[in-house]
């Protein structure tokens, strides 16, 4: 169990937030746990500053193809959003709901599903399915636009049931698969007039056999089955469990929390409340059992170390090279997490951000009193002869990685590191590069690519 | 808990000078007695491949049936039998074929096919569809844990794809993700830099230490080791490549495959330990308006092929490369309304190389006998897996499979 009021509430910024910067921690640490939380999951209150993009009266982008606009848009809205936990969960529903401009190739229909996303983020699941299933790019990517009343294309209908509602074991056949075709038949994108339509024309009459129920269903009241269907309460609790807590969610835990799903009437909002206020979600199994994803890898390193956003030039390549293109998931199942986020490439890439984001604060003059001449320098400069150098490393390893305990060589590989090449009276810019560069150690280590 | 040293296991980490050599000595090192200059290139065509639109079976009455508004007409297609036809776009393969150096393996699939993209895929990674191992390990890392050799370095198999796939994953993670210039986290071109010098050292060491083992601490250890060692051995791979630079090779510009084949075929020249290297396109999951989709990436790749086995073969490489091509599943043998095809089951595969026996191999399952609308197939895919495996990786296919597969042969 996770104790003391800051560890925990470090703990759920890490994972609800993506970190905060250090403004916003005074703040949050005012509020304390309770308040904090109240603050993440209600956010309904808090204004965000953030505009949205500018579109045209049918709906277009200034730059309709230009999709690395779009990513840079949303890490900006991560990085400086007062709302954090809503961006997170946009992100999650992307994940979910996958959706890619490989196939969909528009990016003014994928920032509206981007604002459909944040929109539901913490809605009413019924109602975020309902609205994501007659989505212009998600009709496009599962070709429920080219779907016939004749010959129901299949996509859409067995992704919903396999990847976004109940699951590969969820219980439903090859049957419910084409049946639930039919049920979604008529609907279609007009990309001339950017509208999105129904036509009873195209609508499959037909009586259906869906879930051992019969009738001339449609989408609406296929939707209506499935979200009842008990797997869609197991897959979705179990889903967002793993994703804020571990990988391994008690059978007790996903029981209480498909009651929540159907009590609550499938309200986002409180499965991940309920989440969140779980005694697992602060077990000593959850404290830094995550790897990071790689946008939560930059946008709590911008955050942590206050770096401005447009210091930051490539944010978006970066996170890319890390595995992660936003807008652009591999497939309809989303991205592989876990261990899965990290090899010799996305290392590489992790590395070099954070690097590239110390070596911003390194570098511009503006802020060297901030971070790598505020904690780090005090202690370093305490005694010239460097004997406080480490009490300055254990306080930036606590700023970093909280509640991390360090190994024993690690330390030493610091405390080498801060004596090398000392000169016998060291100058100010000497002083930076030792503060910035124990933060460039921490920020590189394995320790900090896990949550 | 368990602890692993790896502060003087890994030497490597300290030793840039050594690592061309190390490469030579791994090289050499082949199992079984077997020459190591042996090399498999994997090719996934990602989103399940319209088998009956590659290869076509352009004489049977029954495929213009089905296939009224997407099938290939029978004028278009490039015979390469009395039956069998490649899509027109795959003309530029009758090269490689007319020299016998492209197989076509036909009617490829397993028993109880999945239509699940993932599911299935799974499947092909782990050459499992029975389910009958309890470990997720794919073959090829099963493979690699047959050789010792193999199973300890991390460049066995190196995927340009962006992400290990699960045919290389395994708990001993002997295979590493390429993607070209991206900067060395680990290494520094200005060795006068003091600071940087001084941070480097420090991060390798911090690298180097040990952790608890399989821990996710201790996979991210080992990660970003192998991330320091591989950059070196590429670059010098690299190095020695542009020395023999060949331009006859034309590889098809703005084209993924060809991007990715061209890297391949350098880091082959250049000597790179590496033993299979996977590649991937995707794109294939035509639900709608495949005709034109369908033609563009087929086209790209048999351009991307040919080029790469050019460039091969002008480096005196191109017997020691088999290529071999898969996909999670083919597709429904009736088109759709939408000008596409809905979830199949057995699709083709191509293994091309200089070394190999070339032509059609396995039955083309029948159109008019039918399962729910799919082909039965007819080549169960894990024989092509052990064809290969035997003939040409020298490994023992039984061990690597967990059972015994009838050869094909291909090799």
């Given amino acids: 169990m996770i104790t003391g009021e800051a560890a925990r509430i470090k703990h759920l910024l890490r994972r609800a937030a993506f970190g905060c910067r250090s403004a916003e921690w005074a703040q949050y640490a005012s509020l304390g746990e309770q308040g904090t939380l109240k603050a993440l999951v209600d956010y309904d209150g808090i204004s965000v500053k953030i505009p949205d993009l500018p579109t045209d009266s049918f709906g277009g982008l200034v730059a309709p193809n230009d999709t690395d606009s779009l990513k840079r848009y949303w890490l900006f809205r991560f990085c400086e959003t007062t709302r954090p936990l809503e961006e997170v969960m946009t992100m999650f529903w992307h994940h979910h709901f996958a959706t890619s401009d490989y196939k969909v190739q528009n990016a003014s229909i994928e920032y509206r599903q981007n604002q459909l996303l944040r929109k539901y983020a913490m809605g009413n699941f019924r109602e975020l399915l309902g609205a994501i299933a007659i989505d212009p790019a998600m009709l496009i990517w599962l070709d429920g636009n080219n779907s016939t009343k004749k010959s129901p294309n299949e996509n859409f209908s067995r992704e919903l049931l396999e990847l976004f509602t109940m699951g590969i074991d969820g219980g439903y056949t090859e049957h419910d698969v084409k049946e639930g075709a039919k049920s979604f038949t008529g609907w279609s994108y007009d990309s001339d007039r950017f509208k999105v339509k129904f036509n009873q024309k195209n609508f499959n009459e037909e009586s259906k056999e869906y879930f051992g129920k019969s009738g001339k269903f449609n989408l609406d009241q296929s939707l209506d089955i499935v979200v009842r269907h008990p797997s869609t309460a197991k897959f979705i609790s179990t889903k967002l469990f793993e994703f804020f807590v571990h990988d391994d969610p008690p059978r007790e835990e996903v029981e209480r929390l498909s009651k929540i799903y159907f009590s609550s009437k499938y309200s986002i909002r409180e499965l991940v409340r309920g989440i969140l206020t779980s005694p697992h979600f602060y077990s000593d199994e959850a404290l830094y059992s995550r790897v990071k994803w790689p946008v939560q890898f930059s946008v709590m390193l911008v955050k942590t170390l206050d770096v401005p956003y447009t210091w930051i030039q490539d944010m978006q390549g970066y996170t890319d090279n890390m595995g992660q293109q936003l807008f652009n998931p591999p497939n309809v199942k989303g991205w592989k997490t876990g261990r899965n986020w990290i090899n010799t490439n996305t290392m590489t890439a992790r590395l070099n951000f954070a690097k590239h984001s110390v070596d911003q604060l390194r570098y511009r003059q503006l802020v060297k009193d901030r971070v790598t001449a505020g904690l780090a320098m005090s202690h370093i400069k305490a005694d010239s002869s460097f004997k406080t150098a480490d009490s300055a490393i254990d306080d930036v390893w606590d700023w970093l990685l909280p509640s991390v305990k360090m190994q024993p060589e690690t330390r030493q590989q610091l405390k080498d590191y801060m004596h090398t090449n000392a000169p016998k009276k060291p100058t100010q810019s000497f002083y930076w590069d030792r503060a910035s560069g124990l933060v460039e150690l921490i920020v590189t280590s394995p320790e900090y690519q896990l949550a | ?411």
Wanted: hydrophobic letters at 35%; zero cysteines.
């Fill in chain 2, 1 to 411: 808990m368990s602890f692993v040293a790896m502060g003087i296991g890994m030497p490597t980490l300290f030793m840039e000078a050594a690592n061309a050599q190390s490469t030579k000595a791994l090289t050499a090192l082949g199992s079984q007695g077997v020459p190591s200059d042996k090399i498999l290139v994997l090719v996934e065509f990602g989103g399940g491949n319209d088998g009956l639109n590659t290869v076509v079976p352009h004489m049977d009455p029954a495929y213009q049936k089905l296939r009224p508004k997407i099938g290939i007409r029978k004028q278009d297609v490039v015979q390469i039998d009395a039956n069998l036809g490649l899509h027109p776009r795959l003309k530029p393969l009758m090269e490689l074929y007319d020299k016998g150096h492209l197989g076509v393996v036909t009617g490829v699939g397993y028993p109880n096919p999945n239509y699940s993209h993932f599911e299935s895929m799974d499947i092909w990674q782990l050459a499992d569809p029975t389910h009958q191992f309890k470990e997720r390990v794919g073959w090829v890392a099963r493979y690699f844990n047959e050789d010792g050799h193999l199973k300890t370095n991390p460049l066995s198999g190196l995927t340009l794809s962006g992400n290990i796939p699960l045919a290389f994953s395994s708990e001993d993670i002997a295979a590493s993700v390429y993607t070209q210039g991206q900067e060395d986290p680990f290494a520094s071109n200005n060795k006068n830099d003091k600071e940087y010098q001084s941070r480097l050292a420090a991060r390798r060491a911090i690298y180097s230490q040990g952790t608890v083992a399989n821990s996710h601490l201790d996979f991210i250890r080992k990660v970003g080791q192998h991330a320091y060692t591989n950059t070196a051995e590429i670059r010098n791979a690299l190095t020695s490549y542009d020395k023999k630079a060949n331009k006859a090779a034309q590889y098809p510009q703005y084209n993924e495959l060809a991007r990715s084949l061209e890297s391949v075929a350098k880091l082959i020249v250049g000597g790179l330990s590496t033993r299979v290297y996977y590649v991937s396109i995707g794109g294939f999951d035509t639900h709608a308006d495949q005709p034109g989709q369908h033609a563009n990436l087929l086209g790209g790749i048999a351009n991307s092929i040919v080029a790469f086995f050019k460039d091969l073969e002008s480096q005196g490489r191109d017997k020691d490369v088999v290529l071999m091509s898969f996909s999670e599943f083919g597709r429904r043998a009736e088109e759709n309304d939408s000008s596409g095809t809905d979830h199949g089951t057995a699709s083709v595969m191509f293994v091309v190389g200089g070394s190999i026996k070339g032509g059609v191999h396995g039955q083309y399952p029948s159109l008019t006998d039918l399962k729910d609308g799919d082909l039965k197939y007819t080549t169960d895919f894990r024989r092509v897996y052990a064809n290969v495996l035997d003939k040409w990786l020298a490994s023992d296919s039984e061990k690597v499979l967990g059972g015994r597969f009838e050869h094909l042969g291909l090799v």
